[in-house]
């Protein structure tokens, strides 16, 4: 079958549903396109905005960074510096005390340059002082502290140093790896407190910032609670994210936006995290609206469903079932409508057509009706003179032979035989009578072959002896069996007749033992009984056969059969439930 055959093999509504679905379809994948396009679109925005931000705020960063550096790096050439450090002993008390106090106002301007500076200090070995903005200004040489700045700090690490969990960005001059002894060590402490506030100040709502130095795992700083599944991922973020970039991360079920901005002025880089679910308002709209129109899209589908099988579907299955119901034979059907639409017009046609085959099949069976009794009664009328041929000849040669004993008792069958002949008329008989007389029939044929043929009749099964059957179906099997099987047997022929009920139908069988059947013949003789050709004068098993036919139709008739004995059995099929028992 091809895709032509298959489509207009299909049902109309089917069909119709189909139709709008491939109507509905596109209208729905451009709606969900222009939805998932803006979308996109939307989180697009958001992405570059949240990169546009982490690079800003870095930015920020590396400027306050840069400043302090370059601020640092200018002690490298202060007077002040150098003559307390290299050269305190050749300066007067008033000199050192002028160099002192100006580095001191030096470190106060270095601690307010940047919010993130906790403090400054100046650290001068050769004088045994450290000058600090802090408000005691100047204070006996912290030994240990300049010790802890005088490591080296690794290139990984630039420009910060961590002492006892503290954060500094020193210059130590002349720098150590030079292996001279430091003229001084100029320091600024980083107030971590301020840097996570400011930090604070760059997240949004439900989300966080670390900084993280770039060659290491190390949190610089962080801004509020950071999910420890995050935290510990910060590694594989520093090393699978390219530079600047940003990618989603999973974690415990929630999805986070991470960006990722690295410094252009130090080793470390910025790292903002961000709930999918706090920056993706629109893209929840977005979702909102393609769940709306999926279930618009499904809820029309189904109103048009519903709408074109009430209006069209269930009419035309209505009017389906009726033509069945039509082809059954129940023709006294009347449809009811109440729209005065396409369908109504179909159901007043359709009750007016079943009106009218109605009314012509009742015309039919009744001219079909006639038919089957008149030829019944010409069936009828060909056996009895068939019967009669064969009874003046047994009484001649009966006369012949002077038999006077079963002559007497000839005439005595045959005069019930006559009586049964002529004073029922009827089309049907009860059985008892119709079995009284194919057994007069037989007694009869065993007068005349009682050396060579021996006859058996069965009795008539109890409660069945007042069913009516048709008259004369019985004796002209019983005559068959004499005249074409057993009559040219010169002895041993053996006859019996049986009757038994099966299921719902009574089965009258007539086996004979005769010679003359073979596979061929029986097959011709079945297909004589089944052939649909006017039998003309024909006689016997056929007429019996039509009468049954007639009467009963298919569920009557007769069967042909090859019997034990190696003979023909014929079995006589009579529905019982035809008869009224």
């Known amino acids: 079958m091809n ?300 109103v048009f469903s519903i709408g074109i099988y009430r209006m069209i579907h269930r009419p035309l299955i209505r009017l389906l079932h009726s033509f069945r119901r039509i082809e059954k034979g129940e023709l006294n059907l009347t449809l009811q409508y109440p729209h005065k639409d396409e369908f109504g017009y179909l159901y007043g046609r359709f009750n007016a057509m079943a009106k009218q085959l109605n009314i012509l099949v009742h015309e039919v069976y009744e001219q079909k009706y006639r038919a089957q009794l008149s030829e019944l009664r010409h069936l009828q009328s060909q056996i009895n003179p068939h019967f009669l041929y064969n009874t003046y000849f047994i009484l001649y040669r009966m006369a012949q032979l002077e038999d006077n004993e079963n002559v007497i008792r000839l005439t005595k069958h045959l005069g019930e035989y006559f009586q049964f002949i002529t004073r029922d008329g009827a089309d049907e008989v009860p059985l008892g009578k119709e079995a009284h007389h194919a057994r007069t029939y037989m007694e009869i044929q065993i007068i005349r072959f009682s050396r060579r043929i021996e006859a058996n009749f069965g009795k008539v099964p109890e409660g069945l002896e007042n069913m009516l059957v048709p008259r004369l179906i019985l004796q002209p099997i019983i005559e068959n069996a004499y005249n074409h099987s057993l009559e040219k047997r010169p002895k041993d022929g053996w006859l019996n007749v049986e009757m038994d009920v099966y299921g719902d139908h009574l089965v009258i069988s007539v086996e004979d033992n005769g010679q003359e059947l073979t596979p061929d013949k029986l097959e011709e003789m079945r297909n004589k009984l089944q052939s649909q050709d006017e039998p003309g004068e024909s006689t016997g098993m056929l007429n019996v056969h039509r009468r049954l036919k007639i009467k009963y139709g298919e569920s009557g008739g007769l069967r042909l059969g090859a019997g034990e004995r190696g003979g023909l059995k014929v079995e006589i099929v009579i529905p019982i439930r035809e008869v009224g028992l």
């Open 3 to 302: 895709l032509e055959e298959k489509v207009t093999s299909i049902r109309l509504f089917p069909k119709l549903l189909l139709s709008f679905l491939l109507v509905l379809a596109p209208l729905y994948v451009i709606g969900v396109q222009i939805n998932l396009s803006g979308s996109k679109n939307v989180k697009q925005e958001i992405e570059d905005s949240l990169s546009s931000r982490a690079g800003l705020y870095m930015e920020m960063l590396d400027n306050d960074l840069e400043s302090v550096l370059f601020s640092l790096q200018d002690f490298i050439v202060d007077d002040d510096a150098l003559g307390l450090g290299m050269a305190v002993s050749i300066m007067s008390d008033i000199e050192k005390t002028q160099a002192i106090l100006r580095l001191k106002e030096r470190m106060d301007n270095l601690a307010r340059s940047s919010n993130f500076i906790k403090e400054a200090a100046i650290f001068i070995p050769l004088i045994d002082r450290t000058i600090s903005s802090k408000a005691d200004a100047i204070t006996d040489f912290d030994r240990e502290q300049f010790q802890g700045l005088l490591q080296e700090i690794k290139p990984r690490d630039m420009p910060f140093l961590e002492w006892k969990d503290r954060l500094f960005i020193p210059l130590v001059y002349p720098p150590v790896s030079m292996g001279k002894n430091p003229v001084f060590t100029v320091m600024v402490e980083i107030s971590k407190p301020e840097l996570d506030s400011t930090l604070a100040r760059f997240s949004n709502k439900g989300g966080g910032v670390m900084l993280v130095g770039l060659s290491t795992d190390r949190v610089i700083a962080s801004a509020f609670d950071i999910p420890d599944e995050l935290f510990e991922k910060r590694s594989d973020l520093m090393k699978e994210s390219k530079k600047n970039a940003l990618q989603t991360v999973s974690i415990e079920g929630d999805s986070y936006l991470v960006a990722r901005e690295d410094s252009d002025a130090s080793e470390m880089s910025l790292i903002m995290y961000v709930p999918a679910k706090n920056v993706n308002p629109a893209l929840r709209t977005h979702s909102y609206w393609l769940i709306v129109l999926s279930i618009a899209s499904a809820i029309i589908v189904i």
